[in-house]
Nanobody
């Protein structure tokens, strides 16, 4: 049973910073791409950033220069450092992992989400 568990969300003032973490646990052979998504109230879930197993990254235009995605492959953990936060960054943030199980089956898993609220 594979689980992705996010942490690090909370309430922060505009201009502040937060660091999200997502730990993958269970029977995992290897993890390919990982990503952060977010969903604001009344809006569709959107891609925030992706990172490959080799460390190549991509960002949504709305977060470029403010957010940094990173991963620790030894710990099967994904991070999102968020700086210069804006009220429009308020959303539930979800991590996503494309991974290979020990039986060589490939599957995509989602975390349960962590709330980030940017407000004064």
């Amino acid at each position: 049973q594979v689980q992705l568990v996010e942490s690090g969300g909370g309430l922060v003032q505009p201009g502040g910073s937060l660091r999200l973490s997502c730990a993958a646990s269970g029977s995992i052979f290897t993890i390919n791409d990982m990503a952060w998504y977010r969903q604001a109230p009344g809006k569709q879930r959107e891609l925030v950033a992706t990172i490959s197993s080799a460390g190549s990254t991509n960002y949504a235009d709305s977060v470029k220069g403010r957010f940094t995605i990173d991963r620790d492959n030894a710990k099967n953990t994904l991070y999102l450092q968020m700086s210069s936060l804006r009220p429009e960054d308020t959303a539930v943030y979800y991590c996503n992992a494309d991974l290979i199980l020990p039986n060589m089956l490939r599957n995509v898993y989602w975390g349960q989400g962590t709330q980030v609220t940017v407000s004064s």
